[in-house]
Structures are given as structure tokens and as C-alpha cells.
């Protein structure tokens, strides 16, 4: 781990940051616009995004190491309550046409479902209200761009964001390139395992996982099993968990009992491994009109029950030499058998490889527009 130690010895680096108070991140070019307050007071806090288009909100020239990134949306408009999965993220890196990171900033930052949640984990730190941070560390050679997509059926008027990184002389050779990359059933087959990450080539670590599940069916969902298929396996995986909800470290259903023994949902988040969300009302009635939040709920605020879990590899990375595939089961259990279900799975997968080149198909084309 080391953390504290990295800031014991100077290395020679460049701290910079990207804001809309310095959309270049050059040198002494901060807070330079005039507001209201008068000269260089806070004259320019975020940027509009443009509907249906893809916004540069950075364009890093390497050698260099991004170290942290903060963000924060608005969750509702006057359109709709899905901005957080209707603004997608994406990362390129020294050049490449391909993005290496691509997820709805929502999901990204481990709030699925456009809904809000906090999560209190070590790369990925999501504060109230809204306050969206990523430490994962990204190192580029020749440069990093940073882009925002707005899918939502309106402007988004104000998206704040820090991009905080290091301007390095050089990196190690074998620096790994970070990657992201969300995915979606909206309902899996049965007895067909659902991919959270497609055959990836090259080497590299697999270091994360966000799951968004919405369960179609009643009785428990979290029994299947995650598998890695790594550096040539085709009909059975290397590594793989117990079950959905041991994966994640808990055990029994994440449950706990009241004074009387029944049971109900027991949310945790911890430095590795959370489950920060469950709900089972739905919000996505609510509309932003006029400078206030009305909800209208036509038909109710009933939901199926949505869970939202995270698992991050940093202690224990998934090495991959060739190359690495992602799956995860849907299996249930009734209290007296397993059994095969289908449910609602959205996931993103997290990994470090030692390529630069992301993946060719978008998510736009193939993202299920409703519901979401």
C-alpha cells in the first residue's frame, strides 16, 4: 500500500490540474476570468453540455500521471430523471481513436440506476450531495483526452469537474493504461453466464467491479458465481467466487435481523468492497420545473428491488499475461434449491493493460433507452 510513503521523497513531478477555471491546466492560468464579485472571483464554475454531443473537457499532453478526478451533475431535469446515465464518460489515451474508458458517469463512479449514493471506498468516493471522486491512477505517455457525451434529451447547463494530475520527465516502460467499460442486459438468459468483460488481449491486472442489478424475480438473486478466464481458458475459468454476494465480501444475503428475527437489507461500504445502494421506491417520477423538484408519481412509487455493489482488486489484482474474460452467473435460491433466474444486470468492469487502445463499439447504438 504505501500511500504515505509516496509523499516522503519529492520525484520530481508537476502538479496541474484541468477545471473550468483552467480548461488548459497550463502554469499560473487559474481563476483568471472576472464574475460579478469582481476580477479573477470565481468568474466560470462549470460548463454547459451540449445536447447530443461530445464535449472535451480535457486534452492532457503527456508524459503524465492522472491522479484524481472530481465531478458532479445535476440528477434530475425538467426531461427526465436519468442524466447520470444519459452523460457518458470517456478517456483516450496518447492518440488513440478508441476510447479506453467508456461508462455512463453515473455507473462509472458506482451510482447506478441514475440514482444517487454514497460510497465511502478507496479509489472511487462519491460524497454528499453528489460529489463524484476517482483515484484510480492513470499514467499517459503522449496524451489524455477527457470527454463528456450528453445523451439526455436537453442541454445540461452546469457539469462541474477538477481533473488533478502529475507533468512527469518520463514513465516506467512498463506503465499500464487504465480502462473502463460499462455493459448492460436488461434481461439475461437462463443458464447463459452474463460478460462483464469481453476477451481482452494483451497483459495487464483486472482490478475492479461495479454491479447495477435490478431483480425480475422474487427470492434470492445473489448465488452465481464470478469467473476469470485468463491467458487462454475456454471451458472452465482460473479464478472464480462462491457466489454473487461472497465476491462482493459479504456472506448469508447480506442480512440482518431485528429483535424479532425478521430479516432485512444490510448496506455497507467499505475500503474494498460495498454495498451502498438498495431500494425499492421508485424516484425516477421526479422532474426539475421551475427551480424546484416535484414528484409525480402517476402510478406509484413501487420499484423492483435495485442493488448497487462494488469489489475493487487493489490488494489483490487479477493478473492476465495473454489475455482475460469477465462472466457472472445468474443463479437464485428459494430457501430450498438453487435456481436459474433472469434479472436486470449492468456492471463495469475496471483494468489496467498495456495497451493504450480501448474498444470500437460504443455504448451509443447499443445502450437500452428504456427503462433504464
Not at 207 to 233: I, P, Q, S
Request: glycine share 8%; hydrophobic share 35%.
Amino acid at each position: 500500500m504505501s500511500l504515505l510513503s509516496q509523499i516522503t521523497a519529492f520525484h520530481g513531478e508537476r502538479s496541474r490540474s484541468v477545471t473550468p477555471e483552467n480548461p488548459t491546466g497550463e502554469k499560473g492560468r487559474a481563476c483568471m476570468e472576472d464574475s460579478a464579485l469582481g476580477p479573477q472571483r470565481k468568474g466560470r464554475g462549470s460548463i454547459r453540455l451540449p445536447m447530443g454531443e461530445e464535449t472535451v473537457i480535457a486534452d492532457i499532453k503527456g508524459p503524465g500521471i492522472i491522479r484524481h478526478m472530481w465531478m458532479t451533475i445535476r440528477e434530475n431535469t425538467e426531461k427526465g430523471s436519468f442524466v447520470m446515465r444519459d452523460v457518458i464518460l470517456r478517456i483516450y489515451w496518447d492518440g488513440s481513436e478508441n476510447p479506453a474508458v467508456e461508462a455512463p458517469i453515473g455507473d462509472f463512479f458506482c451510482n447506478g440506476f441514475g440514482e444517487r449514493c454514497d460510497v465511502n471506498s478507496l479509489p472511487i468516493v462519491v460524497n454528499p450531495t453528489g460529489g463524484m471522486n476517482c483515484y484510480f491512477e492513470m499514467p499517459f505517455h503522449k496524451e489524455a483526452k477527457i470527454t463528456m457525451t450528453n445523451e439526455h434529451p436537453k442541454d445540461i447547463t452546469s457539469f462541474f469537474y477538477t481533473i488533478n494530475y502529475a507533468e512527469v520527465d518520463a514513465l516506467p516502460e512498463e506503465s499500464l493504461y487504465f480502462h473502463a467499460q460499462w455493459r448492460r442486459e436488461r434481461q439475461t438468459r437462463l443458464q447463459e453466464d452474463y460478460v462483464v468483460l469481453d476477451s481482452v488481449s494483451g497483459k495487464g491486472y483486472y482490478v475492479g467491479t461495479y454491479l447495477a442489478l435490478t431483480a425480475l424475480e422474487r427470492y434470492w438473486w445473489g448465488e452465481g458465481e464470478m469467473k476469470f478466464y485468463l491467458d487462454g481458458d475456454q471451458a472452465f475459468p482460473t479464478v472464480s467466487s462462491t457466489g454473487t454476494e461472497d465476491y462482493f465480501g459479504g456472506a448469508w444475503a447480506f442480512h440482518q435481523k431485528d429483535e424479532l428475527g425478521r430479516p432485512s437489507v444490510k448496506n455497507y461500504s467499505t475500503l474494498f468492497m460495498g454495498y451502498p445502494f438498495y431500494e425499492t421506491k421508485d424516484k425516477t417520477r421526479v422532474r426539475f420545473e421551475t427551480g424546484k423538484l416535484n414528484a409525480v408519481h402517476a402510478f406509484g412509487d413501487d420499484s423492483l428491488p435495485r442493488h448497487g455493489l462494488y469489489r475493487w482488486h487493489i490488494l489483490d489484482p487479477i493478473a492476465f499475461q495473454e489475455d482475460i474474460k469477465v462472466t457472472l452467473q445468474q443463479i437464485g435460491n428459494d430457501d430450498l434449491s438453487l435456481f436459474e433466474r433472469s434479472d436486470d444486470v449492468a456492471t463495469v468492469a475496471y483494468w489496467y493493460l498495456d495497451s493504450p487502445d480501448g474498444f470500437s463499439e460504443r455504448i451509443a447504438g447499443r445502450r437500452e433507452r428504456l427503462p433504464r
